[in-house]
């Protein structure tokens, strides 16, 4: 065998699009005049350091089973949020990790992840170029977020659009019933980033103009403003239904609640209870019937509502990760560049991976309200195409049928 060989791996948080990422790695590689096989490493960086890969290039010959792997959510490989040392510390893990590399013929690593996956690159990629390793390192986006620099916008976030503002709408139903004074208070994903909140916006229609009010970490919080709010509302309607960020926070920068201990290997605070904290407060201030939704993890990948134009931008990315190493790109991540909204056209590029790792892209400001309680027509225009189009989800006995995960039960 004269061809190099890929490997390929996930992390961080599931989404409902990663794995269409993965299927589009897979099908550029089997593809590939360059590439022999493609290794998936199961669970991250954690995989390599552990010696855990499938061949994905054996498991996935069949079309049927990339297109299935593409419609399956979460991660296919598993995750972690292991976060690699500097190497001018200790370099053991990547000493590790690049003498796997050279065992199993690696010309090219493609990690599919979100902000922290990237600084996984960055390092990956500092110490290749410390050693003069002629490896390819790429990263390919994904985060329900959507707060990674450089790129438009990243597969995951258009599919969870979809089903926040989904779910938005049938709680407005839900709600419009009751012919009494009552708050519905929705929290919705975000720790720094509210583009997610935002995104509750999209369940407006011709008869419904819930979310009546939104608030995101780009505005600072005010409680009593807050309290105003729902008052002003409450004048004019019986039921007021809140979209709220997980990640809003007072003028002094402090969360509106969360852990005071808890935090990831990355360092980032560990975030819960928005939504109850301001249930409590609307309780004990206005009175009237409140209830706080947390969409949690469900926000992250169903994938019964997965966005089409998601998926298929997602499977696009990781062709276009396989390219980019073919023409000896390394040090980069996978970029989308939007040319259009109306027909929506985007184009596929690369940019440094150096002004993308440890950064975060927030709400444009001048997308939000002067009150900073809802959002404004830019942002609508910006979502809109990124939900467009259902998927084609298999069912077997009334339930979706999914890729075989048993690889990661370790039960």
Request: glycine share 8%.
């Given at each position: 065998m004269n061809q190099p060989n890929c490997m390929v791996a996930q992390s961080g948080g599931p989404t409902a699009a990663i794995n269409a990422s993965l299927s589009g790695v897979i099908s550029g590689i089997l593809n590939s005049s360059k590439y022999h096989t493609c290794y998936g490493a199961v669970n991250g960086v954690?995989?390599?350091?552990?010696?855990?890969?499938?061949?994905?290039?054996?498991?996935?010959?069949?079309?049927?089973?990339?297109?299935?792997?593409?419609?399956?959510?979460?991660?296919?490989?598993g995750?972690?949020?292991h976060k690699l040392p500097n190497y001018k510390d200790d370099d053991s893990?990547?000493?590790?990790?690049?003498?796997?590399?050279?065992?199993?013929?690696?010309?090219?690593?493609?990690?599919?992840?979100?902000?922290?996956?990237?600084?996984?690159?960055?390092?990956?990629?500092?110490?290749?170029?410390?050693i003069n390793s002629d490896i390819r390192i790429i990263g390919i986006p994904k985060t329900i977020d959507n707060d990674l620099c450089a790129t438009d916008h990243t597969p995951g976030f258009g599919s969870a659009a979809k089903f926040i503002a989904s779910s938005l709408l049938e709680i407005a139903h839900d709600t419009f019933i009751y012919a009494v004074k009552s708050v519905t208070i929705v929290e919705i994903m975000g720790r720094d980033a509210g583009w997610l909140t935002a995104s509750s916006s999209l369940a407006r229609n011709s008869y419904n103009s819930a979310p009546h009010l939104i608030y995101l970490p780009e505005s600072v919080f005010d409680k009593e403003r807050f309290l105003e709010d729902?008052?002003?509302?409450?004048?004019?309607?019986?039921?007021?239904?809140?979209?709220?960020?997980?990640?809003?926070?007072?003028?002094?920068?402090?969360?509106?609640?969360s852990s005071k201990s808890a935090v990831d290997d990355f360092g980032?605070?560990?975030?819960?209870?928005?939504?109850?904290?301001?249930?409590?407060?609307?309780?004990?201030?206005?009175?009237?019937?409140?209830?706080?939704?947390?969409?949690?993890?469900?926000?992250?990948?169903?994938?019964?509502?997965?966005?089409?134009?998601?998926?298929?931008?997602?499977?696009?990315?990781?062709?276009?990760?396989?390219?980019?190493?073919?023409?000896?790109?390394?040090?980069?991540?996978?970029?989308?560049?939007?040319?259009?909204?109306?027909?929506?056209?985007v184009s596929y590029d690369s940019a440094a991976i150096r002004s993308i790792a440890n950064g975060a892209k927030s709400v444009p400001k001048e997308w939000i309200n002067d009150r900073g309680n809802d959002i404004l027509p830019e942002m609508i225009e910006y979502l809109y195409p990124l939900i467009q189009g259902e998927t084609?989800?298999?069912?077997?006995?009334?339930?979706?049928?999914?890729?075989?995960?048993?690889?990661l039960d370790r039960a």
């Open positions: 954690l995989g390599i350091l552990n010696g855990n890969y499938i061949n994905l290039t054996e498991r996935f010959s069949c079309s049927e089973d990339l297109d299935k792997l593409k419609h399956t959510p979460a991660m296919y490989l995750s972690c949020r893990q990547y000493v590790y990790i690049f003498h796997q590399f050279q065992l199993l013929g690696i010309q090219a690593f493609f990690y599919i992840g979100g902000n922290d996956s990237m600084d996984t690159v960055l390092k990956l990629s500092d110490y290749a170029q410390k729902i008052q002003e509302q409450l004048a004019i309607r019986d039921n007021v239904i809140i979209a709220v960020s997980e990640g809003i926070r007072d003028k002094d920068g402090n969360y509106i609640t980032h605070k560990q975030l819960s209870g928005a939504g109850k904290s301001l249930e409590f407060l609307v309780k004990e201030n206005i009175g009237v019937k409140v209830r706080s939704i947390e969409l949690n993890v469900l926000q992250r990948c169903s994938a019964h509502l997965a966005s089409k134009t998601d998926l298929d931008e997602a499977f696009a990315q990781g062709q276009k990760g396989v390219s980019l190493a073919e023409d000896g790109v390394t040090a980069a991540m996978v970029c989308i560049r939007r040319i259009s909204n109306h027909p929506y056209t084609e989800v298999s069912y077997e006995n009334g339930i979706p049928s999914y890729m075989n995960v048993s690889h």
